[in-house]
């Protein structure tokens, strides 16, 4: 989750291992187009291209794209949710909601069913041939989805509170429904739903929610509001009055609580427990506990801005903004060992950084408007992609592949990461 700019007074790094913005996109011009499967192709800086790329005639605009074992899943301006091969991009469903789609589909690996949220306000799920199996009237125009093994749930932001609903992915039932203080679900598990709760006036409390019916299996006393909520299936943590604090899962009982002071707004739990944290001289810092004690382990300097932080068995990936020499600013991505050793920091050539995604060999830096490729293991880009219309993006990433819908042109595209 981003965290807010803080104000600038020091310098930012060094542009090692990149190009200027320039150099990037003055390749464009040098690379080809393709044509795959029946299907449209745009040309890929480096020489990549994608697989296919599929326009859908009348849509004009399209959502962020889902993914599963055989199908990308994509909202259109058309008013339906689209289910395409992800091998050749063709068309295997299409299902007409009552609005425009402008948020993720969720949906299991294989199998189905789809849930979908449109902006009309209601929730669809859909089975795998396309039909609807059930409809829960909303009115919310926007919402987020997260789907479980065995719950789907929606986080409606339309009234004066947010509202987060659990339903029976299957048959619709409703299995709760409850305030909760955020606008992010960062909490979910199979097992659980760690939310903050309001409890009047500046104040919540962390609670532990049974995804079968809602029911509370622990919460803790109000605090002062919470800066970010997290889980995993092993611990729970939260920040909070300058103090972190993680909780046994199963209980909510105190593993250990430490204080932070003022920290920014992301919270990551990895190998470790990672938070973000300003500095004064304008950069953010990335701070490293001990999951098991708290103890707080490392803390090291990035951009003026961290914008996504990724963390795997044996490091961290951290993406944050720097200075360009040559006006405005690039994305910067440092990866760090879990003992805080900088393993490699890469100035890429995107002139921002809003995502970052990490696969067995690859890292995917992702801004508006295009995306660069490194090897996970150098920081070395290999390849960076930005469409000519300049349209805006929305990735997800697999371990082979990288799927992206094109927002202002109704499109879907596939691109080989080997």
């Not at 068309?91 to 690996?109: N, Q, S």
């Not at 199998?111 to 949220?117: A, E, F, K, R």
């Not at 048959?171 to 199979?190: K, N, P």
């Not at 879907?412 to 080997?418: C, G, I, Q, S």
């Given at each position: 989750?981003?965290?807010?700019?803080?104000?600038?007074?020091?310098?930012?790094?060094?542009?090692?291992?990149?190009?200027?913005?320039?150099?990037?996109?003055?390749?464009?011009?040098?690379?080809?187009?393709?044509?795959?499967?029946?299907?449209?192709?745009?040309?890929?800086?480096?020489?990549?291209?994608?697989?296919?790329?599929?326009?859908?005639?009348?849509?004009?605009?399209?959502?962020?794209?889902?993914?599963?074992?055989?199908?990308?899943?994509?909202?259109?301006?058309?008013?339906?949710?689209?289910?395409?091969?992800?091998?050749?991009?063709?068309?295997?469903?299409?299902?007409?909601?009552?609005?425009?789609?402008?948020?993720?589909?969720?949906?299991?690996?294989?199998?189905?069913?789809?849930?979908?949220?449109?902006?009309?306000?209601?929730?669809?799920?859909?089975?795998?041939?396309?039909?609807?199996?059930?409809?829960?009237?909303?009115?919310?125009?926007?919402?987020?989805?997260?789907?479980?093994?065995?719950?789907?749930?929606?986080?409606?932001?339309?009234?004066?509170?947010?509202?987060?609903?659990?339903?029976?992915?299957?048959?619709?039932?409703?299995?709760?429904?409850?305030?909760?203080?955020?606008?992010?679900?960062?909490?979910?598990?199979?097992?659980?739903?760690?939310?903050?709760?309001?409890?009047?006036?500046?104040?919540?409390?962390?609670?532990?929610?049974?995804?079968?019916?809602?029911?509370?299996?622990?919460?803790?006393?109000?605090?002062?509001?919470?800066?970010?909520?997290?889980?995993?299936?092993r611990l729970a943590a939260a920040a909070r009055?300058?103090?972190?604090?993680?909780?046994?899962?199963?209980?909510?009982?105190?593993?250990?609580?430490?204080?932070?002071?003022?920290?920014?707004?992301?919270?990551?739990?990895?190998?470790?427990?990672?938070?973000?944290?300003?500095?004064?001289?304008?950069?953010?810092?990335?701070?490293?506990?001990?999951?098991?004690?708290?103890?707080?382990?490392?803390?090291?300097?990035?951009?003026?801005?961290?914008?996504?932080?990724?963390?795997?068995?044996?490091?961290?990936?951290?993406?944050?903004?720097?200075?360009?020499?040559?006006?405005?600013?690039?994305?910067?991505?440092?990866?760090?060992?879990?003992?805080?050793?900088?393993?490699?920091?890469?100035?890429?050539?995107?002139?921002?950084?809003?995502?970052?995604?990490?696969?067995?060999?690859?890292?995917?830096?992702?801004?508006?408007?295009?995306?660069?490729?490194?090897?996970?293991?150098?920081?070395?880009t290999r390849w960076s992609y930005e469409p000519?219309?300049?349209?805006?993006?929305?990735?997800?990433?697999?371990?082979?592949?990288?799927?992206?819908?094109?927002?202002?042109?109704?499109?879907?595209?596939?691109?080989?990461?080997?």
């Amino acid at each position: 989750m981003p965290s807010e700019r803080p104000e600038r007074t020091g310098s930012a790094g060094s542009r090692e291992q990149t190009v200027t913005r320039r150099e990037v996109l003055g390749t464009l011009a040098a690379v080809g187009s393709l044509s795959v499967a029946g299907c449209s192709s745009i040309p890929g800086l480096g020489g990549r291209r994608p697989v296919w790329r599929r326009d859908i005639d009348g849509a004009f605009m399209a959502g962020p794209p889902a993914v599963t074992d055989e199908l990308v899943l994509a909202g259109m301006q058309d008013k339906a949710l689209y289910g395409l091969r992800r091998e050749d991009g063709s068309t295997t469903l299409r299902f007409e909601t009552g609005g425009p789609i402008e948020t993720r589909p969720v949906a299991p690996p294989s199998g189905g069913p789809y849930h979908v949220h449109s902006t009309d306000g209601d929730l669809y799920a859909v089975d795998a041939a396309g039909e609807e199996l059930w409809r829960d009237e909303g009115t919310a125009r926007r919402a987020r989805l997260v789907r479980t093994g065995s719950l789907v749930a929606e986080l409606d932001f339309a009234g004066s509170e947010n509202t987060l609903t659990g339903y029976d992915p299957q048959t619709g039932d409703r299995r709760f429904e409850r305030a909760v203080s955020s606008y992010f679900l960062d909490g979910v598990t199979d097992d659980s739903f760690v939310v903050p709760v309001p409890a009047g006036g500046s104040e919540s409390r962390v609670v532990s929610l049974s995804p079968a019916d809602g029911s509370v299996r622990w919460r803790t006393e109000p605090r002062r509001w919470y800066s970010n909520v997290a889980a995993d299936v092993r611990l729970a943590a939260a920040a909070r009055d300058g103090t972190l604090t993680a909780y046994e899962l199963s209980d909510g009982s105190v593993r250990w609580h430490v204080p932070i002071g003022d920290v920014g707004r992301t919270m990551v739990l990895g190998s470790q427990t990672y938070l973000t944290r300003d500095r004064e001289d304008g950069r953010q810092e990335l701070l490293a506990f001990d999951r098991e004690t708290g103890e707080r382990l490392w803390a090291n300097p990035t951009g003026y801005q961290i914008r996504a932080v990724e963390a795997t068995d044996d490091a961290v990936f951290v993406g944050s903004r720097v200075d360009d020499p040559d006006g405005g600013m690039l994305g910067r991505i440092d990866c760090f060992d879990l003992d805080g050793t900088r393993r490699w920091q890469t100035v890429t050539g995107l002139p921002s950084l809003d995502s970052l995604a990490v696969t067995g060999s690859h890292v995917v830096a992702g801004w508006d408007r295009g995306f660069e490729v490194l090897s996970r293991k150098t920081g070395e880009t290999r390849w960076s992609y930005e469409p000519d219309s300049h349209s805006r993006l929305s990735l997800r990433v697999e371990p082979s592949s990288v799927f992206v819908s094109y927002v202002e042109e109704g499109a879907v595209a596939r691109f080989p990461l080997d």
